[in-house]
C-alpha cells in the first residue's frame, strides 16, 4: 500500500509515528506527534529532545548511518493511524497468503487483492 507523502504539512500538524520492533520489544510503539520542523530535504518529528529527520516523500526515517532502520531504530510516519492500519492489515493478508499458497510474488498484489484471494480461501 502507498503512503500518501507529506508534502503540504506545516510545524504542528500532527502525524501518526510507528517506530520499528526492537530485540526486546514484540510490538511496535507508536505514537501521534507533531511535526516539529519542516527542512528543504526532510521533515523532522521531536523525540524527547531531539529532531529526528524522516522523508516527506516516503513517511521513512533517515539516518546517517544505513544501517540503523535495519538495526531497529528507524520509524515510519503516517498522516493518520488509519493508514498504519491499514498496513498492517495488508502485511497480516499477504503473510497468510504465502503461507496458504507458498508462494512469494504474492507481495506485488494489492491490498483489495489480496483481502479478496484469502476471503476465497477461507471459503
Do not use: C
Amino acid at each position: 500500500m502507498s503512503k500518501p507523502n507529506f508534502f503540504g504539512l506545516k510545524v504542528g500538524d500532527m502525524v501518526f509515528v510507528a517506530h520499528q520492533k526492537t530485540r526486546s520489544n514484540n510490538e511496535r510503539k507508536t505514537e501521534t506527534v507533531p511535526i516539529s520542523k519542516v527542512g528543504r530535504k526532510y521533515f523532522y518529528i521531536r523525540n524527547y529532545s531531539r529532531d529526528l529527520p524522516f522523508d516527506p516523500a516516503t513517511g521513512q526515517s533517515v539516518h546517517k548511518e544505513h544501517n540503523m532502520r535495519s538495526n531497529g531504530y528507524g520509524f515510519d510516519v503516517f498522516r493518520e493511524e488509519s493508514w498504519f492500519q491499514a498496513e498492517q492489515q495488508h502485511s497480516r493478508n499477504v503473510s497468510a497468503l504465502r503461507e496458504s499458497l507458498d508462494f512469494y510474488a504474492i507481495g506485488k498484489l494489492t491490498p483489495s487483492q489480496a483481502e479478496l484471494i484469502l476471503e476465497i480461501l477461507k471459503r
